[in-house]
């Protein structure tokens, strides 16, 4: 199976998630029992470390559907631009197929909420920021 092509958005320092659904080529569900999924991404195909290592699982494995995800806290410290990236499922013999690929377009944020300061009362609006 050749792998899909897919352009991903994704704004820095929110919650990041994507289903991918798998289907065979007589149309149906391609069954993901027994499979890993994995995926990342990079500033370009040819950079040797990943910026972006996605959480991915195969969340329901009788309908195909796999699913990437990464939390606010890893997606505020990915580069805004363009990203590539790819994903990549693993049988239990170990043969790996790449069923997606494209890129990830990433806006800046601008809100950097990082705790709230040592010592303020709740409810009060005292933060600590990221002075960059």
Known sequence: ????????YLEQGT??????TLDGSNGAAYNLYGYSAS?????SYYSS??????TSTVSDAANGVITISANA?????????KL????IITDSAGNVTRVLEGRIFVSPGVTGLTAIAPGS???TNTIV????
Not at 1 to 8: C, E, L, N, R
Not at 49 to 54: D, E, K, S
Request: net charge negative.
């Open 15 to 20: 919650t990041f998630s994507s289903q991918i």
């Open 1 to 8: 199976m050749p792998a899909a092509y897919s352009d991903q």
């Open 49 to 54: 470390n990943a910026v972006l290592q996605f």
């Open 73 to 81: 806290a890893t997606t505020s410290n990915v580069p805004s631009g």
């Open 121 to 123: 009362p709740s409810g």
């Open 39 to 43: 995926s990342q991404a990079k500033k």
């Open 129 to 132: 920021q990221n002075d960059e």
């Open 84 to 87: 590539v990236y790819d994903v």
